[in-house]
């Protein structure tokens, strides 16, 4: 799908921000880092439900976030807030993919005792 045709899906515009709202909760509940986390797995979980869905697609999204961050903080977005947004990226990502790869292992288990 082109870029035009990205801009103008409401589907994506959706699944971008459940995407961007778990950002914001990570960010909500950074005094209890076990409920983010939560957050974080229960993401990559249901990401298990897209076919052929690999977990580079969290890590090339990265650059996207930034530029995202960038045009809503405007002036405000410096070298520090970069670093910031990064780290907070990586943390999120990390455990989405751990979540993700619980759920792709749960499977392989269920699959490997049936047979």
Same mark, same amino acid.
């Given at each position: 799908?082109? &870029?035009?045709?990205?801009?103008?899906? !409401?589907?994506?515009?959706? $699944?971008?921000? $459940?995407?961007?709202? =778990?950002?914001?909760s990570v960010?909500? /509940?950074? *005094?209890?880092? &076990?409920?983010?986390?939560?957050?974080?797995? %229960?993401?990559? #979980?249901?990401?298990? #439900?897209?076919?052929?869905?690999?977990?580079?697609?969290?890590?090339?999204? *990265?650059?996207?976030?930034? *530029?995202?961050?960038? /045009?809503?903080?405007? &002036? %405000?977005? !410096?070298?520090? !807030? *970069?670093?910031?947004? %990064?780290?907070?990226?990586?943390?999120?990502?990390?455990?989405?993919?751990?979540?993700?790869?619980? !759920?792709?292992?749960? +499977?392989?288990? +269920?699959?490997?005792? %049936? =047979?």
């Amino acid at each position: 799908m082109d &870029d035009s045709k990205l801009l103008e899906s !409401t589907a994506f515009e959706n $699944s971008a921000a $459940s995407i961007f709202n =778990i950002f914001d909760s990570v960010m909500e /509940n950074s *005094e209890n880092v &076990d409920e983010a986390i939560k957050t974080c797995q %229960r993401a990559g #979980r249901m990401h298990s #439900r897209i076919q052929n869905f690999d977990v580079a697609y969290f890590k090339d999204m *990265e650059g996207t976030y930034i *530029e995202a961050c960038k /045009n809503v903080l405007g &002036d %405000r977005f !410096t070298e520090a !807030t *970069e670093k910031n947004f %990064r780290l907070l990226y990586g943390f999120v990502v990390q455990h989405m993919i751990d979540g993700l790869q619980a !759920t792709k292992s749960k +499977v392989t288990t +269920v699959d490997a005792n %049936r =047979i």
